[in-house]
């Protein structure tokens, strides 16, 4: 329905019929207000999407009558034209955009095809704690391409009371944008958490205390002398090839015992410490070229510091540690520490197999 210069008082007048009309503004060109039947109207614009006849009609909603003024919706009309002009499409721009998803969609999206079925399980529930009880509630009704790089700083500064946690929102939003770019769901560049810098992460230790070492020590005997007994799931199908209650039963070599009691009097790392040198001085593990020295405490009192060596030296020979000597296989070089299950072979580390 072609009219006259839409006003306040022009919508006024216009009552819905038994079908959808619209009423042409005579000013702009494609300006409108499109009237369906139950009565509710709108702001439009209609415009071709290219040059020539054959190009699709398109029709853009700019708002609902009642929400800004005639004034304004013809201004918006304008400059919705002028970008038409210069070759944008803005109603398919807003189509495209609300096939994005949201943040919580992307979320739901990742964990399912990325991190459940190629990540460990614990690694998975680690992600899913992240974006459950973390990123979700901050970001998570925001679509996935307009997220930006404020919103993540901000939530990365609400946690700076947990520098560790914080950090991983930074590493699981990057992990999830990498899979979304690969993915086509955002555009190629797409990192809100890039650049912004990470928390400084104190390292976590704790020693044993005095009830501890005292408990630790009688599990080491109980498991050199009658073995120490299984915790098992009975319930589990597997369970019915176990061996019997009385042999359930894990017994360690005495040689094993003597490594684990060295680790505790020496505070050396379990990678294979070695003795060097027939005055039974005793080096830890290799240090890793560019890390400093680092101080530990050991279960005797005291500390040793990490020399700036090839080797990390552990204290020199002690009532204690001359008592582990004797668990040495006799007539072999001063290399490997403690003896291995079979005669040919010594315990090459102190890891667990």
Aim: charged share 25%.
């Amino acid at each position: 329905m072609t009219g006259q210069r839409i006003t306040k008082r022009t919508l006024d007048t216009l009552k819905a019929n038994s079908t959808e009309f619209t009423f042409w503004d005579s000013a702009v060109s494609g300006f409108g207000v499109r009237v369906r039947s139950t009565g509710a109207m709108s702001y439009v614009v209609v415009y071709r999407a290219g040059s020539g006849r054959g190009a699709p009609v398109r029709r853009y909603t700019i708002a609902t009558v009642g929400k800004i003024t005639p004034e304004r919706a013809r201004s918006r009309a304008k400059a919705i034209l002028g970008s038409v002009a210069h070759g944008n499409d803005p109603a398919g721009q807003k189509s495209t955009e609300r096939g994005v998803p949201t943040v919580a969609e992307l979320a739901d999206k990742f964990m399912a095809e990325h991190i459940d079925p190629k990540r460990k399980s614990s690694t998975a529930g680690f992600y899913r704690d992240i974006l459950e009880r973390l990123l979700k509630p901050a970001v998570g009704t925001t679509k996935a391409d307009k997220l930006t790089r404020l919103q993540v700083g901000k939530l990365h500064c609400s946690l700076s009371g947990t520098p560790f946690q914080a950090n991983r929102v930074l590493a699981v939003v990057g992990s999830m944008y990498a899979f979304a770019v690969r993915a086509g769901i955002v555009a190629d560049g797409t990192k809100p958490a890039a650049g912004i810098e990470k928390f400084r992460e104190s390292r976590r230790e704790r020693f044993l205390n005095g009830d501890e070492l005292e408990r630790l020590g009688a599990a080491i005997e109980e498991a050199e002398t009658s073995g120490i007994s299984w915790t098992v799931d009975t319930s589990r199908p597997i369970s019915k090839h176990l061996p019997k209650l009385a042999n359930r039963r894990t017994k360690i070599s005495l040689s094993a015992g003597a490594a684990i009691r060295l680790l505790l009097f020496t505070g050396c790392r379990h990678d294979g410490p070695k003795w060097v040198g027939k005055d039974r001085s005793l080096c830890g593990s290799r240090r890793q070229s560019g890390k400093s020295p680092r101080r530990s405490e050991t279960p005797m009192g005291g500390y040793h510091q990490a020399r700036r060596s090839k080797w990390n030296t552990a204290p020199r020979s002690t009532p204690h540690i001359c008592k582990l000597w004797r668990w040495r296989r006799p007539g072999t070089a001063y290399h490997w520490t403690f003896v291995g299950p079979l005669p040919s072979i010594d315990h090459r580390t102190l890891c667990a197999p």
